[in-house]
């Protein structure tokens, strides 16, 4: 959920660090070699162990007290140099820098609960992933080529990986372990199309499910005849088999004729034993595309909100732990929010302050406490600025909120 007006500086450090990370010649110094060994990672034959911590998703970032923040460093000549690595105390209000290597960084921070880990390429074009305790001090590295696979979730000790995903490939995963470095397969079904979310140790995950085998072709006539028929069945997932243990709820593939149009309904999110989705709906020319609400609860009934939202206005949600608390809708950033909780009602209308560039929530904290965007700093790297500011005191609109202040 990153305000527009950041994107053009997103942009342009991708398109620096994808350039970064093949083969170029450089005069560029190269930094002083690291004394700390390098973790070679190794498919092994062993049996997986079994999953010990909550899966967190990449929200999780936004759950603790502290958000760490990664940002392009550049030299005189606005040239990619590395990476900046910016840690916000929310409890202190302080932004410091945390730390700084020569490395593209490919991603932002993930983050457990003794450490922080970076994806990154280096000018050699080798990725890795770089391992930092919480008072940054580089740990160790392990070899990750995030290309060719896509961290879907993680714990404390793993990544759990993707490198292929049905309709048009078999689905393939691994598990990395985040201190040997080794790699077990993650024996996912042939025909899952996602891994969405974390719900305590297990996977919600979405696979294919038809009458008939899934042709894995990109072939569009092919391809499309399948998917016309197919479903999308959501399911909890065993995070250590990879092995869909309960399902939550299925939907047509291509949406379903819901009396006015079609409607594609995707996940959102859970809260508790609930789980919710948005559904797309296809209208008439005149009413255009519309988004609505849906919740499916532990017993597998369905609700609706009533909520039609116009395609146009941002539908978000705010999460505390990885757990809905509230939704929202934005049409611009700053703009008004109208603030509904997990059952379609509005609970408030919160107009921005006078002022800012950027007014939205990004999460709910452990105490209670909203995270704020606020806006960006200009003087150190566009950074985003946090603030902090009590539930109610958001709600009922007040700017009494606490910025972070830039030290050191």
């Known amino acids: 959920m990153k305000n527009h007006a950041r994107l053009p500086l997103l942009v342009t450090a991708a398109v ?67 990476t900046k690595v910016y840690k916000n105390d929310l409890n202190a209000g302080q932004t410091s820098l945390f730390y700084y290597c020569d490395d593209w960084c ?12 970076l994806l990154t390429c280096n000018r050699d074009s080798e990725n890795k992933i770089i391992a930092l305790s919480p008072d940054g001090t580089k740990t160790h590295e392990i070899p ?32 990395l372990d985040l201190q040997t470095g080794e790699t077990t397969p993650w024996d996912l079904p042939a025909e899952t199309a996602a891994a969405l979310d974390a719900a305590g140790n297990f996977a919600v995950t979405a696979r294919l499910i038809s009458d008939h085998p899934v042709p894995f072709t990109s072939d569009p006539e092919i391809s499309d005849a399948f998917l016309q028929n197919s479903m999308l069945e959501y399911d909890l997932t065993d995070a250590t088999t990879g092995k869909p243990t309960t399902k939550i709820a299925e939907f047509p ?35 255009g595309i519309k988004m609505s609400v849906l919740r499916v609860g532990g017993d597998s009934t369905q609700e609706d909100f009533g909520l039609m939202v116009n395609v146009n206005v941002s539908l978000l949600d705010l999460r505390q732990n990885g757990e809905l608390q509230w939704l929202f809708t934005m049409s611009s950033n700053p703009g008004t929010l109208t603030v509904y909780d997990l059952q379609g009602t509005q609970i408030a209308q919160v107009d921005p302050p006078a002022g800012v560039e950027s007014y939205y929530p990004i999460s709910m904290l452990d105490d209670g406490r909203i995270l704020l965007n606020i806006g960006y700093d200009l003087d150190h790297d566009y950074m985003t600025r946090y603030a902090t500011i009590d539930a109610d005191a958001f709600l009922s609109g007040s700017t009494e909120y606490t910025e972070m202040e830039f030290v050191g």
């Open 106 to 117: 490919l991603a932002d921070p993930y983050v457990t609960s003794n450490a922080v880990y």
């Open 253 to 287: 593939y291509r949406g379903a004729d819901d009396g006015s149009g079609y409607v594609y309904y995707t996940y959102l999110g859970k809260s508790g034993d609930d789980f919710y989705f948005t559904g797309e709906h296809s209208r008439s020319e005149e009413e």
């Open 16 to 82: 620096f660090a994808l350039t970064a990370c093949t083969p170029v010649a450089d005069s560029t110094p190269t930094a002083e070699p690291t004394t700390t060994p390098e973790i070679t990672a190794e498919p092994t034959s062993k049996p997986a162990a079994a999953e010990t911590g909550p899966l967190y998703t990449y929200s999780h970032r936004y759950a603790q007290d502290v958000v760490y923040d990664v940002m392009p460093a550049l030299n005189d000549q606005f040239d990619y140099s590395g």
């Open 144 to 175: 990750f080529d995030s290309y060719a696979s896509t961290v879907v979730l993680y714990s404390d000790r793993y990544f759990y990986c993707i490198g292929g995903l049905a309709p048009y490939d078999t689905a393939s995963g691994f598990r």
